[in-house]
């Protein structure tokens, strides 16, 4: 990547991870029991230093963002994922470490500033050149980072439809979420937006594959899943490369030499060194684009935001932010709001679903992560220190709730639809209106309680469950993140959002249908500002294959995308 100063002016989706509990106001969060048994899933500080450092190419120290001193945190090396010995607990470490990457930013440098700041412009990984953004038509995929045209940066969170791209709509449904009013003068609750991002490794194979598939390319056409291995990264590297999809340069082309060998490059350069350091006070990460490729895999993410002038005065740093284009709604009839404006506001980050694939997983990990002050989990069972099971359940205080009045629900009633659906609700006009569920009660923010903590079905037990073990190591796993996190950088936003849960099958096959037997991990899992209403079937309740040999139905968007990528010179 060439050496260019960063615009920091790019509006796109960001993330963030890991409950706390000292950390938090005394008033809303998420609970992580301080006696929880650590012995079947922990992250040492040994282990951690592998996140944060890339020895194989000369970085045996941290970087950090040159504004806001977060270290960066390297992806899982997917395609060297101990598929074979892994255990529940790699599985979970995955989606912690994949959200903590795309969260990481671009612009770092080897030491920490002396004054952190947090502003809404920071280049996280997810929103430059590493990701790829959807078309609002969903047909196309848009270049972000760096010499992006005006028109591309201006993403607009708009009313859409009901599971994918940028919308108002919730998975399974139109429904439409609200925060709860706030409780301070002068502040309204906000809608809740959502948006959707891919990483160039699967934008590459999606090109690659549908070309092939197309005779544009000459070549034998890829099974019909996402890639999982080091042969099938470096095929798709090499189209990318041939394809002006990616710089080149001498950097990038020894990386792809080290990590491809049997890549054949236009550039002459001995792999048997590294290049020279990299100089103090410059940007790092984006000269190793081709490693953070390779390791990566093929990942979407969807992201959930509110805006942050409803959220609590005070509390914006503790969440990850962007300026983002939204529509603005004429509330003043109750039951039937119209939108009368768009305009950029700043949004905070309050969910995202991490999906990708590693070695042997073709299906991909499904994670999710919240923020910790979204709602309170209902009652759930851990094991503790002294090897005793314990019911737990939140809220630990009834207020500052960013979906929850404090109350647990058993269930989750609907008070808003969108109308963008191809049955409209009653009482639509246009597409982009919102209307009252039921017609009658006024449109208002709902009762939100997490129903299946950790993505589990809670049975009553006083003796060691599949169901304790798994909730057991998430929140034991979400207490060393936070405290790794809080080490590095006692200011990092990501130490107030939490790894949810995971799911995957145990043998990497692709699911037909929701009920398959081979799935494992967090198999009701669902993120509370996304799947609000739907919290009883799972990822795989929705993402799955529908008994079709194609495994890349497992993904919505992929089949209606372009191949036809943005090319280097058009960046």
């Known amino acids: 990547m060439?050496?260019?100063?960063?615009?920091?002016?790019?509006?796109?989706?960001?993330?963030?991870?890991?409950?706390?509990?000292?950390?938090?106001?005394?008033?809303a969060q998420t609970f992580f029991p301080k006696d929880v048994d650590q012995s079947q899933c922990s992250l040492g500080t040994s282990e951690f230093e592998t996140w944060i450092t890339l020895p194989m190419f000369g970085l045996t120290s941290p970087v950090y963002d040159e504004t806001s001193?977060?270290?960066?945190i390297f992806p899982v090396n997917g395609p060297d994922f101990a598929n074979t010995t892994a255990n529940h607990c790699d599985f979970y470490k995955w989606g912690a470490q994949m959200f903590l990457w795309m969260?990481?930013?671009?612009?770092?440098?080897?030491?920490?500033?002396?004054?952190?700041?947090?502003?809404?412009?920071?280049?996280?990984?997810?929103?430059?050149?590493?990701?790829?953004?959807?078309?609002?038509?969903?047909?196309?995929?848009?270049?972000?980072?760096?010499?992006?045209?005006?028109?591309?940066?201006?993403?607009?969170?708009?009313?859409?439809?009901?599971?994918?791209?940028?919308?108002?709509?919730?998975?399974?449904?139109?429904?439409?979420?609200?925060?709860?009013?706030?409780?301070?003068?002068?502040?309204?609750?906000?809608?809740?937006?959502?948006?959707?991002?891919?990483?160039?490794?699967?934008?590459?194979?999606?090109?690659?594959?549908?070309?092939?598939?197309?005779?544009?390319?000459?070549?034998?056409?890829?099974?019909?899943?996402?890639?999982?291995?080091?042969?099938?990264?470096?095929?798709?590297?090499?189209?990318?490369?041939?394809?002006?999809?990616v710089e080149k340069g001498l950097i990038?082309?020894?990386?792809?030499?080290?990590?491809?060998?049997?890549?054949?490059?236009?550039?002459?350069?001995?792999?048997?060194?590294?290049?020279?350091?990299?100089?103090?006070?410059?940007?790092?990460?984006?000269?190793?684009?081709?490693?953070?490729?390779?390791?990566?895999?093929?990942?979407?993410?969807?992201?959930?935001?509110?805006?942050?002038?409803?959220?609590?005065t005070g509390s914006k740093n503790k969440y990850i932010r962007q300026n983002l284009q939204i529509p603005i709604y004429d509330r003043t009839n109750p039951n039937h709001w119209?939108?009368?404006?768009?305009?950029?506001?700043?949004?905070?980050?309050?969910?995202?679903?991490?999906?990708?694939?590693?070695?042997?997983?073709p299906e991909m990990i499904w994670a999710t992560i919240e923020h910790e002050n979204n709602a309170p989990n209902g009652l759930y069972y851990y094991m503790n220190d002294k090897k005793q099971v314990v019911a737990v359940s939140d809220p630990q205080t009834k207020t500052g709730w960013t979906y929850s009045n404090g109350d647990i629900v058993d269930t989750v009633t609907e008070y808003a639809k969108g109308c963008d659906d191809s049955t409209m609700p009653a009482g639509c006009v246009a597409k982009s209106d919102i209307v009252s569920a039921d017609g009658n009660d006024p449109i208002a923010p709902s009762n939100v309680t997490r129903l299946n903590p950790w993505g589990i079905k809670q049975v009553p037990t006083t003796t060691t469950t599949d169901a304790v073990s798994q909730t057991t190591q998430i929140?034991?796993?979400?207490?060393?993140?936070?405290?790794?996190?809080?080490?590095?950088?006692?200011?990092?936003?990501?130490?107030?959002?939490?790894?949810?849960?995971?799911?995957?099958?145990?043998?990497?096959?692709?699911?037909e249908k929701s009920t398959a037997k081979a799935i494992t991990g967090s198999p009701m899992l669902a993120n509370t500002s996304m799947e609000t209403?739907?919290?009883?079937?799972?990822?795989?309740?929705?993402?799955?294959?529908?008994?079709?040999?194609?495994?890349?139905?497992?993904?919505?968007?992929?089949e209606g995308i372009s191949p036809d990528l943005p090319t280097v010179s058009g960046k």
Not at 3 to 18: N, P
């Open 69 to 72: 001193g977060m270290p960066y």
């Open 533 to 558: 209403f739907e919290q009883s079937s799972g990822c795989f309740g929705c993402h799955n294959t529908f008994k079709s040999p194609n495994g890349l139905k497992i993904s919505h968007i992929f």
């Open 252 to 312: 990038p082309t020894f990386i792809e030499k080290k990590l491809c060998p049997k890549n054949g490059n236009d550039t002459a350069v001995t792999a048997t060194a590294a290049p020279a350091a990299t100089a103090p006070g410059s940007s790092i990460i984006p000269q190793i684009e081709p490693a953070v490729d390779f390791l990566s895999l093929a990942v979407e993410v969807k992201t959930s935001w509110v805006e942050t002038a409803s959220l609590p």
């Open 103 to 245: 969260t990481s930013t671009i612009d770092d440098i080897g030491k920490q500033p002396a004054k952190p700041q947090y502003p809404a412009t920071l280049p996280f990984v997810f929103n430059t050149e590493f990701f790829y953004r959807l078309s609002n038509d969903q047909t196309k995929l848009l270049a972000q980072g760096e010499n992006v045209q005006s028109d591309n940066l201006a993403i607009s969170l708009r009313t859409a439809k009901n599971d994918e791209d940028e919308s108002i709509g919730q998975a399974g449904g139109n429904g439409v979420l609200l925060t709860q009013p706030p409780a301070e003068t002068g502040k309204q609750s906000s809608l809740t937006y959502y948006g959707i991002h891919t990483n160039r490794q699967y934008d590459y194979f999606l090109s690659l594959y549908k070309n092939l598939l197309s005779g544009k390319t000459k070549g034998t056409p890829l099974a019909s899943q996402f890639p999982t291995t080091a042969a099938e990264t470096c095929a798709i590297l090499k189209y990318a490369e041939q394809n002006n999809y």
């Open 475 to 511: 929140i034991s796993l979400n207490r060393d993140v936070k405290r790794h996190l809080k080490a590095q950088s006692p200011t990092d936003p990501r130490q107030y959002y939490f790894l949810s849960g995971a799911v995957w099958t145990s043998d990497g096959s692709i699911p």
């Open 2 to 27: 060439k050496q260019k100063s960063r615009l920091l002016h790019v509006a796109r989706m960001a993330i963030g991870l890991w409950g706390a509990t000292a950390l938090a106001p005394a008033n």
């Open 338 to 361: 119209t939108v009368k404006d768009s305009a950029t506001r700043e949004m905070a980050l309050v969910g995202m679903h991490v999906v990708g694939t590693v070695k042997g997983h």
